[in-house]
């Protein structure tokens, strides 16, 4: 059978990229193609060519980051190099090629001073290195190309990797309660059913050729919660009788400032697309069934 597409997946070793290799039998259709950091580090100039050459993919799902929050205040360089410069290598090699780029970026773009959700067009305004390298890459995307996606989320977990799920369940489960921070408020975002979506995307803009406007578009689950509500979540949908105690940032003081309230506005994805977004509880119950279904209990 002659394959509609071919899709390249870098940083595949990831957190989102693990779910594109969980996902890709699905799609016996389509061509997949998973690249770890060894193999096609995005931020070595000549290499986003050099695999682009050689392979001629149709579409490339950037899921490489620099995704240390903490780290980044010391690292500023690296995270600008794979987060800022990279994402632009591999936008201009996509462009020579024909491809499609599909790049995951951050609610951290914006400063968390506003009392509503983020729409796209707000003005952005990082409080940490993080923040700061995703926007270079979104900016440096949009200097080299303009065909591509970018999806903003937050607050990103799943299955594979280290995140905020995978923490609060250990903890729970080691220390037998758990004390988290109540004010700051997003949107958590489930990896798969993120990576599902994106999925669908292409399925609706290369396939069915529907008239998707390319650019930037949020993208979350529905509904906003604090770290604290989200942890609570966690351990309700793992039926885990331990006690949650709320309490404030300064708790926890870090290198690294956090925006207070980065609720990312999902209007433009939900109108242009027309792909229904779940509610960031139901995101968090499809993770707790995956996580039982792939035998990680």
Known sequence: MKKQLRIAVTGSNGQLGNEFRFLAPRFPEWEFHFFTKTEWDIAIESLNEDRMNTLKPDVVINAAAYTNVERAEDERENAMLTNGHGPGYLAHACKKHGALLIHVSTDYVFDGQKKEAYTEDDDVRPLNVYGESKLAGERTIDSESNRYFILRTSWLYGTFGHNFYKTMKRLAIEKGQLTV???????????????????????????????????????????????????????????????????????????????????????????????????????????????????EI
């Open 181 to 295: 921070v109540l004010d700051q408020v997003a949107s958590p975002t489930y990896s798969r059913l993120l990576a599902e979506d994106i999925l669908q995307l292409i399925r609706l803009k290369l396939i069915d050729h529907k008239p998707i406007e390319y650019g930037i578009y949020h993208y979350t689950q529905t509904g906003e919660a604090s770290w604290f509500d989200f942890a609570k979540e966690i351990v309700d949908v793992n039926h885990l009788q331990v006690p949650v105690e709320a309490v404030s940032s300064e708790r926890f003081p870090t290198k690294a400032k956090r925006p207070m309230y980065s609720k990312l506005s999902t209007e433009r994805w939900v109108k242009n697309t027309g792909i229904q977004l779940r509610s960031w509880q139901e995101g968090v119950q499809c993770c707790a069934n995956d996580e039982r279904n792939q035998g």
